[in-house]
């Protein structure tokens, strides 16, 4: 991945975000925000519900650390990755930690319409996102190197993708969200990712250029 792509990435990231904030601050975002919510929210039936909560739980902190040690020992002993794996845990562990300290920053209220669970905690930005967005894209950037073949890596993008969007809507659905929580989640957690790969890259060209002086 090319070091100027990741640059791109991350000061995008950042400058949504930062855009994002201003707008959720400001109250910006009511309009935008309850039109998404009566929209995810009008299609509610009995099996969705139960999608949306197994999606929300797998999407929780706390099965996302419990998920990176069957991952761990995969990427290392099937893989035999080294470098990655620190990367990996870095991502991983540290999304929670700037996931609070934003949200003790934004202190943003949590919707307090039609819920269909119950949680506290600030709502700006969604910890799921982050945690979904952290782990899977960082995951799919560590299997794309890996896997061969192109039909290979489409399924590994789309599995991804799938599965950052799904824990994200199901915030939404399940009323403990506002949309704009779960845009600003993939944001901070795009420039968080963006920063972490792009130094990984850097480090990797950094030892390359001495073999290739030879």
Not at 10 to 32: K, N, P
Not at 105 to 111: G, Q, V
Not at 176 to 197: Q, T
């Amino acid at each position: 991945m090319r070091l100027n792509l990741l640059l791109i990435a991350f000061f995008g990231s950042l400058l949504c975000f930062i855009m994002m904030s201003y707008l959720v601050q400001a109250d910006h975002l009511v309009i935008f925000d309850k039109t998404v919510i009566d929209m995810v929210q009008g299609h509610e039936a009995g099996v969705l519900t139960a999608a949306m909560k197994f999606f929300t739980y797998i999407g929780s902190t706390r099965l996302m650390i419990i998920l990176t040690i069957p991952i761990f020992l995969f990427l290392f002993f099937v893989l035999r990755l080294r470098g990655e794996i620190l990367i990996f845990l870095a991502v991983v562990y540290i999304t929670p930690i700037l996931n609070r300290l934003l949200k003790l920053y934004f202190l943003r209220a949590r919707p307090d319409f039609h819920r269909l669970i119950e949680i506290g905690g600030y709502s700006f930005p969604s910890g799921h996102a982050m945690n979904a967005f952290s782990f899977y894209s960082i995951l799919a950037f560590l299997l794309w190197r890996h896997v061969p073949t192109r039909p290979g890596r489409i399924v590994v993008i789309l599995f991804s993708s799938l599965m950052i969007f799904a824990i994200g809507i199901s915030r939404i659905y399940l009323g403990v969200h506002y949309p704009s929580d779960i845009i600003g989640g993939f944001l901070a957690s795009g420039l968080w990712v963006a920063a972490v790969i792009w130094f990984f890259q850097r480090y990797i060209e950094r030892l390359e250029i001495p073999k290739r002086g030879h």
